[in-house]
C-alpha cells in the first residue's frame, strides 16, 4: 500500500468534512456532446444504483450523525462500541494473539484508511452496529484483492453465488465483490438478514456469515434435541466459524479498550477522503487515472472491481475518486467527447482470423467487438475494418512487460539492479517471498547473510535486489494473491488448474510435484492466483 501514502497525504489534507450520515452534494457537469447533466457525488452513493442518484439518495434512510469532534476514526469507533466482550478462554487466545503481534493492526489500519470512512457511513446510515466494520479486518485484512481457496473475494469475502444473491455483478470487466461500496452494502444487507432469520442475535449472524444460515440453524436445533444450552459458545460449528467470532470480538476488546492494553490506535482521520463520479460510459482506466492526475496504480486501488483496462462497457460507470480532484476531473471530463474516452484501433480482418480470437488477441471480448462494431453474429470477412478499443500506451507497456516476464527474469543479471526492502508478515515463507520477487530463496539467503533453513521473523526487513527494468511489473503484483488449497476426492491437477484459471504446469512448479500423476486428499497445493481472472 506504499502508493497510498502520496495519494491520502494529499487527499486527507484538503478534505473537509467529518463523518456524517448526509445527503450528498452533487457537482453537475455535461458530458460534453449533448450537454447532458452528470453527477460527482459524495461516498454515499451506491456503486450499482441504477436510479437517479439525486432521487435514490433523497429516499435512503439515514442514521445518525457521527460526532464531528473526533478526529481519529478508530477512537471514533472505540467508543461508539456497545457489544459484550465476554472474558472467556476462546476470546483471550485471540486477543493475546492480535497483542503479540502489535504490527498487525497497524498493517491493517493502512488497508482500510482510504475505505474505512464510507463502511461507517454505510453502518450509520442502517442504524446497525459499529461493531460491523471490523468484519473486514477479519474476512480479508482489509484487503480489497484479497481471494479465498474456496473462491470467495474481496473486502467482505462473497462467494460468486452469494454475490450475485446480492446485486454484485461479474463478468469479464468487472467484479462487483471487488467494489468497495457495492460490497459493503451487500454485506449491510445480508447481515441484517442473518440477524432478523437468526432470533435476532449477532452472535448467530456472524457464525452464519462464515459458514452459512443453514449449519448454524443446524446447530441449534441439534443442542434443543439434546437438551444443551444454544448459545453460541456451546454450539458445535466447524474449526474456523469457532475462531472467528472469538477473533472478531477479541478486535473489539482491544479497540474499545486500547488505553488498557496499551495499543496506540493508528490514526484515520475522520474526513470524508473519497467521492464517487458517474462518467456515463466506458473509459480506459490510464486515460481517467491522466485526468484524475492520479497514477494509474493509485486509481486501480481505489477502484479494485475493475478486472481490465477500461471500465465495463456496460456499467457501472463510476469511479471513486479523491475528494480533492473529484470536481477538477468532472470539469475536464465534460469537456471530452464521450467517444473519445475510449481508445479505438481500426484492424482489416485477415486469413485465419475469428472474432475470438481477434478479442483475445485485444485484451476485449467478442461481445464488445460485435457492440462497437454493430455485428448480429461473429461473421467476419476478409478485408473487413472493425474499431477495436485499445489500452492507452501506458496499459500497453504493462501489458507487454507481463507477457514477456520470463525475458525481464533472465535480464536478473544486469547490473542495473535496484534494491527493495521487503517486510516480513504473518504467513510469509522464504519460498513465497522468492516468487513474489521472481528470484530464488538462495539469492534471498545470500543477500541478507543466512541459511535458507533459516525461520523468519514478524517485521523481518529482507533486502531483495531486483533490475531496474522489472519496475514497472510491479504493478501487477497487487492482483496477484497466495492461497493453498487443500486437496479433495476425485481432484486431478488439470482440474484445479482449471478452477483457478492457471496453468497445470505452474501447478506442479509451485509445488515441486515430482510426480504430475498422483495427488492424494487432504494435500495441501500453493496456487498463485490473478484475482481478475476468477470471475464467475
Not at 405 to 413: N, P
Request: with cysteine.
Amino acid at each position: 500500500m506504499k502508493l497510498f501514502l502520496p495519494l491520502f497525504l494529499i487527499v486527507l489534507l484538503s478534505a473537509c468534512q467529518s463523518t456524517t450520515s448526509q445527503a450528498p452534494e452533487f457537482i453537475e457537469v455535461s458530458d460534453g456532446v449533448n450537454n447532458t447533466k452528470k453527477t460527482v457525488a459524495d461516498s454515499s452513493d451506491g456503486a450499482l444504483t441504477k436510479t437517479n442518484l439525486v432521487e435514490n439518495e433523497t429516499k435512503q434512510q439515514l442514521g445518525p450523525v457521527i460526532d464531528k469532534s473526533y478526529d481519529n476514526l478508530w477512537l471514533k469507533l472505540a467508543e461508539g462500541f456497545s457489544f459484550e466482550v465476554p472474558d472467556n478462554s476462546r476470546v483471550a487466545i485471540q486477543r493475546d494473539y492480535y497483542l503479540n503481534h502489535p504490527s498487525y493492526l497497524k498493517r491493517v489500519s493502512k488497508r482500510a484508511e482510504p475505505f474505512l470512512w464510507l463502511i461507517v457511513e454505510q453502518i450509520e446510515a442502517n442504524d446497525l452496529p459499529l461493531e460491523l466494520a471490523l468484519l473486514p479486518v477479519v474476512e480479508s485484512t482489509f484487503d480489497p484483492f484479497a481471494y479465498s481457496y474456496a473462491g470467495a473475494s474481496g473486502l467482505w469475502q462473497f462467494m460468486p453465488a452469494s454475490g450475485l444473491r446480492f446485486g454484485l455483478h461479474q463478468d469479464w470487466w468487472y467484479d462487483g465483490r471487488r467494489d468497495v461500496y457495492a460490497s459493503t452494502r451487500g454485506a449491510l444487507e445480508y447481515m441484517q438478514i442473518l440477524h432478523r432469520y437468526l432470533g435476532e442475535d449477532w452472535l448467530y449472524a456472524f457464525a452464519a456469515y462464515n459458514s452459512g444460515e443453514g449449519r448454524v440453524e443446524r446447530a441449534i436445533r441439534k443442542n434443543k434435541k439434546e437438551g444443551k444450552a444454544v448459545d453460541y459458545w456451546s454450539l458445535s460449528l466447524p474449526k474456523e466459524t469457532q475462531n472467528y467470532v472469538p477473533k472478531f470480538l477479541a478486535l473489539i476488546d482491544i479497540i474499545r479498550n486500547h488505553e488498557k492494553y496499551d495499543v496506540e490506535l493508528p490514526h484515520i482521520s475522520n474526513q470524508k477522503a473519497l467521492a464517487y463520479v458517474d462518467i456515463g460510459s466506458q473509459m480506459d482506466l490510464a486515460y481517467a487515472a491522466e485526468l484524475a492526475d492520479l497514477s494509474l496504480s493509485e486509481l486501480q486501488l481505489l477502484n479494485p472491481a475493475f478486472n481490465h483496462w477500461a471500465t465495463s462497457p456496460n456499467g457501472p460507470h463510476k469511479l471513486l475518486l479523491p475528494s480533492s480532484v473529484a470536481e477538477d476531473f468532472a470539469e475536464k471530463l465534460s469537456k471530452i467527447d464521450i467517444n473519445k474516452r475510449v481508445r479505438w484501433d481500426r484492424y482489416l480482418v485477415k486469413a485465419g482470423d475469428s472474432l475470438s480470437v481477434i478479442a483475445r488477441n485485444n485484451q476485449t471480448t467478442t461481445q464488445v467487438l460485435k457492440q462497437i462494431n454493430d455485428l448480429d453474429s461473429s461473421f467476419i470477412k476478409i478485408g473487413q475494418p472493425l474499431l477495436i478499443p485499445i489500452a492507452s500506451k501506458s496499459q500497453q507497456l504493462a501489458l507487454s512487460l507481463q507477457a514477456k516476464q520470463f525475458e525481464v527474469e533472465a535480464s536478473k543479471k544486469s547490473n542495473t539492479n535496484q534494491k527493495v526492502i521487503h517486510n516480513v508478515i504473518e504467513g510469509d515463507t522464504l519460498w513465497d517471498i522468492s516468487q513474489e520477487y521472481k528470484v530464488t530463496s538462495k539469492e534471498i539467503a545470500k543477500w541478507n547473510g543466512f541459511k535458507t533453513q533459516k525461520t523468519l521473523r514478524l517485521g523481518q526487513k529482507l533486502i531483495i535486489w531486483q533490475p531496474v527494468s522489472t519496475a514497472t511489473v510491479a504493478d501487477s503484483k497487487q492482483f496477484t494473491r497466495h492461497i493453498t488449497y487443500q486437496v479433495r476426492n476425485g481432484d486431478s491437477l488439470g482440474e484445479i488448474a482449471q478452477k483457478f484459471n492457471v496453468k497445470t504446469a505452474d501447478l506442479i512448479r509451485w509445488n515441486n510435484i515430482k510426480n504430475s500423476k498422483y495427488i492424494k486428499s487432504g494435500q495441501k497445493l500453493k496456487v498463485l492466483v490473478d484475482v481478475r481472472d476468477t470471475s464467475a
